[in-house]
C-alpha cells in the first residue's frame, strides 16, 4: 500500500497537478490492456479538473468513465455529477458515448443501483459475487469526511458484498447511489482532490485520528492499493 501527497497554492493548481497524474495512468493503463477505466466524482473543485482534462489533446477512445456516486435527479437536473461531468468533459472532450457508463439517476433509486451494478459486471466480464478492478477512481471528501455518497454512520460503510447500492443523505433530504467500499478499496489507483479551508478538520481525522471509517468515511482510500491526495495549501494545513 502506498499513500502519496501533493500539495499546491490553490485549487487550480491542485486540479491541474491531479488531471496530469491521472492522464499518465490512463496512458500506462491503456498501453497495458489496451482499455482503461476511470470513475470520476462531482463537486466544484472536480469541475476545474475536468475543464483542464477536456483541453488537453488525449484519445479517449480507448477511456470507459464511470461514476463513483449519482444524485437521484434526471441527467438535466443541476444537482446531477452526469450534467457536470457532460458539460465539463464529456461533450468538450468529445468521450464517444458508448463509453460512459451513467448512473440512471431518475429511476427509483435501488433499480438505478442495481442496473449501474449489473452495467458494472458486464464490462468488467464479472460473475456474482467478483468485484471490479477500476483502474483509477477518483475521489472528493466532504468537511463532514464522506466520500462518495458515504455519509458518517451509514452502516454501507461496513458492506463488503456489493457493488453499487441506493443510500439516503439525510443531511441534503435526497437519495444517491453510490459505489461500495469493496470496489472502492480494489480499485488499482485511488486519487482524492480536495481544496478549501473547510476540509482542515476531515482531513486531520483521516490522517492522524484512530480508523474508524463508520465516523471518517474517507478514511477508506488510505487502505487502497495506491492512494494520491492532491490538495491545495488551505486544506493541506490539516496533514500538520
Given amino acids: 500500500m502506498s499513500v502519496q501527497t501533493f500539495t499546491a497554492p490553490d485549487a487550480p493548481g491542485a486540479a491541474d497537478a491531479c488531471a496530469r497524474h491521472i492522464f499518465g495512468m490512463l496512458k500506462a493503463a491503456i498501453a497495458a490492456h489496451g482499455r482503461a477505466s476511470l470513475a ?4 466544484s473543485t472536480p469541475k476545474l479538473m475536468f475543464q483542464k482534462m477536456a483541453a488537453t489533446p488525449f484519445a479517449w477512445d480507448g477511456v ?17 455529477n452526469y450534467k457536470m461531468a457532460n458539460e465539463n468533459l464529456i461533450a468538450p472532450a468529445r468521450i464517444p458515448a458508448r463509453n460512459v457508463h451513467r448512473i440512471v439517476g431518475e429511476i ?3 433499480e438505478a ?34 466520500t462518495a455518497s458515504l455519509f ?42 480536495v481544496a478549501g479551508e473547510d476540509k482542515v478538520n476531515a482531513l486531520r481525522s483521516v490522517f492522524h ?11 477508506l482510500g488510505n487502505k487502497g492499493e495506491s492512494v494520491a491526495w492532491f490538495l491545495d495549501e488551505s486544506a493541506a494545513r490539516g496533514l500538520a
Fill in 108 to 110: 427509483e433509486p435501488a
Fill in 64 to 80: 470507459h468513465l464511470f461514476f463513483v456516486d449519482e444524485r437521484c435527479v434526471p441527467p438535466s437536473d443541476s444537482a446531477s
Fill in 40 to 43: 470520476i466524482s462531482g463537486g
Fill in 209 to 219: 485520528a484512530p480508523y474508524d471509517p463508520k465516523k471518517f468515511p474517507s478514511q
Fill in 113 to 146: 443501483a442495481n442496473r449501474y451494478a449489473a452495467d458494472i459486471r458486464e464490462f468488467f466480464g464479472l460473475p456474482e459475487g467478483e468485484f471490479p478492478q477500476f483502474d483509477i477512481v477518483h475521489r472528493g471528501m466532504g468537511p463532514d469526511a464522506h
Fill in 152 to 193: 458518517p454512520g451509514d452502516p454501507l460503510i461496513d458492506d463488503r458484498t456489493g457493488i453499487a447500492a441506493a443510500t439516503f443523505a439525510g443531511k441534503f433530504n435526497q437519495w444517491r447511489v453510490t459505489l461500495l467500499p469493496a470496489v472502492l478499496l480494489a480499485a488499482r489507483h485511488t486519487v482524492f482532490l
